[in-house]
């Protein structure tokens, strides 16, 4: 394969690379962080009563609201989230902290801590908070064509609801900060965050200190999907308070199960939709509503949201389109962004409302999809053009080729003709996916690129590695665009003193934002190197390139090094900041019109499964994909991605189940009881193509963001367990729920008998 | 008899006195530093925290086994030699293990958080003999950023052992052996006799102390209750209790014998235990997990239940008061509640040497491998001619108990498995058990499932 490994494939290999707990636990004695959690969904504190806990071995304070010198409410958009609530709003919430020596003794002192708390009545799911009128938003609407005046024509029509369910992140490093002071007076906050400056802000916040005097870093995580965009502030708040407090470093870091009990996960979704049609599966018309839930505070809910309602369209052409969208607030844990921010919840319905339609005209769903697909020149809903709409095409008639998608639908017609209690069910669904943060200014990042005189490189930017590549691919943009090699790059820890008021590294975009801020920081750089190698090569500053750790002009050539050496003589700046703002997006929310991306990802997947007809049992066979990179930065990197995304979006959608209770706890509280893809679901067949000649024109090197779409590509494993739920089931709607666990399946075997 | 718990790690002695035996390896090697070594469940199912153990195999060699660390107690490797991630690198020459490399360069790590853990099981399995294959072995690790096909492809591509690898090398030698081990310390006290007398001494002389056998059950809810446990005794280094002997009819299967063991010494010999075996947690937590916890926890869902069931094994069971048999369906009284007195202890398990004329193992689970069930059936069926001379239908996961369908089994008798006699045993098996619904299954779904496997059961077997 092409292009550079993982930076620290060998670090991870060895052990060696270290995280913030590992971090903090071999940096000396320090307290540790337990909470107290709150054993009701709603209810009023009356009291807490740490006495029994002071008295308890090691145990160094019990933080509560009374120690914050700040602002106690935190939130990334909205500030609802007390750290120290008088009224707790889910089961499982912190209400205070305790710090001792160890972990074990400030669980152990946490345990007595008692609390008093009155019970109130608590909204625990969509329904419920819609009947209460609990919201966290006003109603969002796109719409496009005239979908009432649609409807009046009488085509043939169909209306349905489906339920949506959330996603555990399940990152495998749990939620993770650990405080300390400097020896000047600031706060070193090292976070397993994806958003560093929104973690600075809120620790200055909560401390109500200036910004300048904290800084935090992320070196690296244990995985993060969404769920340390917003959601790690509040651990390094705790941190750092505890540590303004006591004057002692302090670590939090939640075990699974605070992790899994305390943080939000992907919104589940409820939708109801109406959809007018030809004979031919023409889409004419479509209103969907969209209710998603929040949980008890806004976090990031409203965006992704918005990112739902740009994505109901997925890659087809609907003339008359109305999505209304709206949030409910529930006494659930925060839900918060998980990789695809709302459009794999809306890509669902769609394809649930294309199932439904074929399965009425009884052809087959790949044939819908492909009448209904985007052409040139078409537009989207909210009036942004379909650029290379093209690719949706060419990506599916060259897959369904590379994949012998009808062969195989023969032949799995035949096998299940002769297994009565076995049927394989195959799929094939396409995936568009808008690149861009859908808030418009959140669209910049900088870069801090150091050059030293022996022509080794620095490079700084505002991007977090969460094992997506990142600075993989930064590094090497850095070292194409100086023309050294991959060993001369470094690429350092993210730190808000570096590159100040960065944005969340989220939404897909993290090389297209800081690869293009490195790469404009070097091109300054080299500009000004290619004047001192200019002179010293005897030739025009245009005619000096670049490349392999040299330096070349007027048939000569100087090491990197020597031309770094000769501007540092010469006084010329070896370092430069790069900042890039993506051009040319733009969203107006109240007129529901815009270009809010850049561009759009595209790619398809065919999966096929087996089902056990007995127990609804399921096993992933096969897959294939073809995938819309651009052109790639790093093969290994985007590959993994794409067959990590798509693992991940196979479990979301077959296996992981988050349930609560009754009373709004969790039930789903550990790996044995919320099951992640094993190595069982990754499919004997797993054929990943890149999309050859897909430069795009508008990213850094003509690479594409690959960090979300793929996730939707499982849609297709949905689709294809349908098709063998069909295969049981002769004709008609096949009625599936989400996730289809083996329950699910059965259920939709024996659709209305169990 | 050792007071303290020194143990060798990658190769150097290590001492752990003073720590206090509530204390996971895991938490001992993060705790002094030894931060390679992750945790990201602290329940068994992930495998970051895997580390490899040096076990005998036969008694001149070894073989390398790798657990979870974070389900043993520290004081379980006194004495024993353990490797961690940190160990693997460059014995002579730094260079990389071939299972650290093969990761490395087919990309099998993204956030890297899972690695160290799927390197020891590479690692542990570079060493096996048989080389078990590559999904089979890695079904106790979970990463969530790969989807795992890159970890298969590095997993494939190692070759074979080196001439002259020093990690083979140690493997010529005897294992250390498990000795006894006393010793108190953080207000807790730890003692793992070396003798089945002492160990019914023990347990008659403290009934509270916590009792512990593989600790994947015992030590998953000390890490989720956080409760510290003042005194606990190990029946990890008693001969009495593990091992498997054949005896007239009987196989007799000591209660401390490993799933790990059982699969290899009865997996041809028992079919249920074939099948029941590699649907049964994963390789990582069947070193450790034996048949007497399985059946001591008295779990409605317990996997072994079922079979054993199905098999009418009996159970002997020891205490300073003697020894008495219990026939396996008399063994659980409740939900999590078995016929155990609070001075003994389950000291072995007898199986009929002979195997049914069809036996089969079904396990309903939201995933196929690695997971517990939501119901599990074992069925066995023993035929006369065409006709059925005697069957047993067991459940896990449809009552407070494991349970066998007695008035199903009743109908069988004497009859065909064709359509009529399956409708009967439907019919009677389904209206038998009330199942709850929880956050496995509905109770529905389960109640659906008492009939389903009757009938996979006559689609696979009925002749
Ligand atoms: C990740 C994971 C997956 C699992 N998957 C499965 C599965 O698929 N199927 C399944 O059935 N189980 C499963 N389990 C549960 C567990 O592994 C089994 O129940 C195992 O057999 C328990 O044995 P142990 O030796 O580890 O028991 P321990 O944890 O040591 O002990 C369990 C209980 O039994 C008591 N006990 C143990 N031995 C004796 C004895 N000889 N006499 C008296 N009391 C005794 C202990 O005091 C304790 O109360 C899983 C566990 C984990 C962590
Ligand atoms: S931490 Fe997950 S298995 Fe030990
Ligand atoms: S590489 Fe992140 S969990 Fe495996």
Not at chain 2, 424 to 433: K, M, T
Request: charged share 20%; net charge neutral; aromatic share 6%.
């Amino acid at each position: 394969m092409n292009g550079p490994r993982h930076e620290c494939a060998v670090q991870h290999a060895t052990g060696e690379a270290l995280y913030v707990h590992d971090e903090a636990l071999r940096s000396g004695p320090l307290l540790h962080a337990w909470p107290v959690q709150s054993g009701h969904a709603h209810g009023r504190i009356r009291a807490i009563d740490a006495t029994a806990a002071h008295a308890m071995p090691g145990v160094a304070c019990v933080l509560t609201g009374a120690h914050v010198t700040g602002q106690g409410v935190i939130g990334p958009v909205r500030h609802d989230e007390p750290l120290f609530p008088d009224e707790v709003s889910h089961h499982g919430q912190p209400v205070c902290w305790v710090l001792a020596d160890s972990e074990e003794h400030a669980r152990r002192a946490a345990a007595v801590v008692r609390v008093e708390c009155e019970p109130l009545p608590a909204i625990l799911s969509i329904e419920a908070g819609i009947a209460a009128g609990s919201f966290l938003t006003d109603e969002q609407t796109i719409a496009t064509g005239d979908v009432d005046a649609a409807f009046a024509r009488g085509d043939r029509e169909l209306r349905g609801e489906l339920q949506v369910g959330g996603q555990e992140h399940f990152y495998l490093e749990t939620q993770c900060a650990w405080a300390h002071r400097d020896a000047t007076g600031g706060y070193v906050v090292h976070s397993s965050t994806q958003h560093p400056t929104e973690t600075q802000s809120t620790v200055a916040h909560v401390l109500g200190l200036p910004a300048h005097r904290v800084v935090c870093e992320s070196l690296r995580m244990g995985g993060a999907f969404g769920g340390k965009e917003s959601q790690a502030n509040a651990f390094a708040a705790i941190a750092a308070l505890g540590c303004q407090v006591t004057g002692r470093p302090v670590v939090v870091r939640l075990d699974r199960r605070r992790d899994l009990t305390i943080t939000g996960k992907r919104h589940p979704f409820l939708a109801r939709f109406r959809v007018a049609f030809g004979a031919d599966g023409t889409l004419h018309a479509l209103d969907v509503q969209l209710w998603s839930d929040g949980g008890h505070s806004l976090d990031l809910s409203a965006a992704i949201l918005g990112r739902a309602l740009f994505h109901v369209d997925n890659c087809y052409r609907i003339e008359h389109l109305r999505v209304r969208g709206r949030v409910v607030r529930t006494h659930l844990p925060s839900n918060t962004a998980m990789r695809g921010f709302g459009g794999p919840q809306a890509m669902v319905v769609i394809e649930e409302v294309i199932d439904r339609v074929a399965r009425t005209l009884g052809v087959p769903p790949e044939t819908v999809r492909e009448r209904n697909f985007y052409r040139p020149g078409d537009r989207t809903h909210y009036g942004q053009e379909v650029r290379s709409a093209d690719c949706i095409e060419r990506i599916w008639r060259t897959l369904a080729e590379s994949s012998s998608f009808e062969r195989r639908r023969r032949e799995a017609h035949a096998w299940n003709a002769s297994h009565p209690h076995r049927k394989r069910g195959l799929a094939m669904t396409p995936v568009k996916f808008g690149i861009s943060f859908t808030t418009t200014f959140l669209n910049q990042a900088g870069a801090l690129v150091l050059v030293y005189r022996d022509g080794s490189v620095q490079v700084n930017h505002g991007g977090t590695e969460m094992g997506q590549g990142l600075h993989t691919k930064v590094a090497a943009i850095v070292a194409r665009e100086l023309g050294v090699a991959a060993a001369a790059v470094r690429t350092m820890p993210t730190r808000t003193d570096k590159v100040p008021n960065t944005s969340a590294t989220a939404a897909s975009s993290g090389t297209d934002l800081n690869g293009e801020a490195a790469r404009r920081a070097c091109a300054a750089i080299r500009e000004r190197l290619g004047i001192v190698a200019a002179a010293s090569l005897r030739c025009a500053a245009q005619e000096v390139v670049f490349a392999d750790g040299v330096v070349r002009g007027g048939g000569r050539e100087l090491p990197f090094g020597a031309v770094a050496e000769a501007a540092y003589v010469q006084r010329i700046p070896l370092f430069a900041t790069g900042h890039y703002a993506t051009p040319g997006i733009h969203w107006d929310p109240h007129a529901g019109r815009g270009e809010p991306f850049r561009y759009y990802a595209y790619g398809a997947a065919v999966a096929e499964v087996e089902v056990d007809g007995f127990t609804g049992m399921h096993r992933l066979l096969a897959v294939d994909i073809l995938h819309d990179v651009g052109d790639s930065l790093a093969e290994i990197v985007d590959r993994g991605q794409i067959e990590g995304g798509f693992v991940q979006g196979a479990g979301w959608l077959t296996s992981e189940h988050v349930v609560y209770g009754d009373d709004g706890a969790l039930r789903s509280r550990g790996a044995s009881t919320y099951k992640l893809p094993g190595v069982g679901e990754c499919p004997e067949r797993f054929v990943v193509d890149l999309l050859p000649r897909a430069s795009e024109p508008g990213a850094v090197f003509g690479s594409k963001a690959v960090g979300e779409p793929p996730f939707m590509l499982a849609i297709a494993v949905r689709e294809a367990l349908r098709s063998a739920v069909a295969a049981f089931r002769g004709s008609g709607i096949v009625e599936l729920g989400c996730p289809a666990v083996p329950e699910a399946v059965f259920r939709a075997i024996r659709a209305g008998t169990v | 008899m050792s007071e303290g718990i020194a143990f060798t790690l990658n190769g150097e002695r290590v001492d752990g006195a003073g720590v206090d035996p509530n204390t996971t390896l895991l938490h001992f090697l993060r705790g002094s530093g030894r931060t390679g070594t992750k945790e990201a469940c602290a329940e068994g199912e992930c495998g970051a925290c895997a580390v490899a153990c040096v076990v005998a195999d036969g008694d001149a060699r070894s073989r390398y086994q790798v657990v979870n660390s974070c389900l043993v107690l520290l004081p379980e490797v006194a004495g024993a030699e353990v490797w961690t991630v940190e160990g693997l690198r460059g014995l002579a020459n730094g260079e990389l293990h071939p299972v650290q490399r093969a990761m490395v360069e087919h990309g099998g790590s993204q956030c890297g958080y899972c690695t160290p853990g799927f390197v020891m099981t590479l690692f542990a399995r570079h060493y096996a003999r048989p080389r078990p294959d590559a999904r089979s072995a890695i079904a106790g690790n979970l990463c969530r950023c790969t989807g795992y096909r890159a970890i298969l492809a590095a997993a494939e591509s190692v070759s074979e052992v080196a001439a002259g690898d020093p990690h083979a090398a140690r493997l010529e030698r005897p294992a250390p052996p498990v000795t006894a081990v006393r010793f108190e310390a953080g207000g807790a006290s730890y003692a793992r006799p070396a003798t089945l007398a002492e160990a019914l001494a023990a347990r008659a002389a403290h009934p509270d102390a916590a009792l512990l056998a593989g600790g994947t059950d015992l030590v998953v809810e000390r890490n989720q209750d956080g409760r510290h446990r003042e005194r606990w005794l190990s029946l990890g280094a008693i001969p009495e209790l593990s091992g498997i002997d054949e005896q007239g009819a009987e196989f007799v299967i000591g209660a401390c014998t490993t799933w790990e063991a059982i699969e290899a010494q009865l997996g041809s010999r028992v079919p249920l235990f074939a099948q029941l075996i590699p649907l049964f947690a994963s390789p990582l937590i069947r070193a450790r997990a034996t048949i007497g916890g399985n059946l001591c926890t008295a779990s409605p869902v317990g996997d072994a239940a079922p079979v054993l069931l199905a098999l009418d094994a009996t159970l002997d069971v020891a205490s300073v008061r003697g020894r008495r048999r219990v026939p396996v369906s008399e063994w659980f009284t409740g939900h999590r509640r078995s016929a155990l007195a609070a001075d003994e202890l389950l000291a072995a398990v007898r199986i009929p040497n002979s195997p049914p004329g069809a036996g089969r193992f079904f396990k309903v689970s939201k995933r196929e491998l690695d997971d517990i069930s939501s119901v599990s059936g074992a069925f066995a069926v023993w035929f006369d001619g065409g006709v059925v001379a005697r069957a047993r239908f067991a459940y896990g996961g449809v009552a407070a108990t494991p349970v066998r369908a007695t008035a199903a089994e009743a109908l069988l008798v004497g009859r065909r498995m064709d359509a009529a006699s399956l409708r009967d045993c439907r019919a009677a098996a389904a209206g038998a058990f009330a199942p709850i619904g929880d956050v496995r299954a509905s109770a529905g779904y389960r109640a659906a499932m008492v009939a389903e496997l009757l009938a996979k059961l006559w689609h696979e077997v009925a002749p």
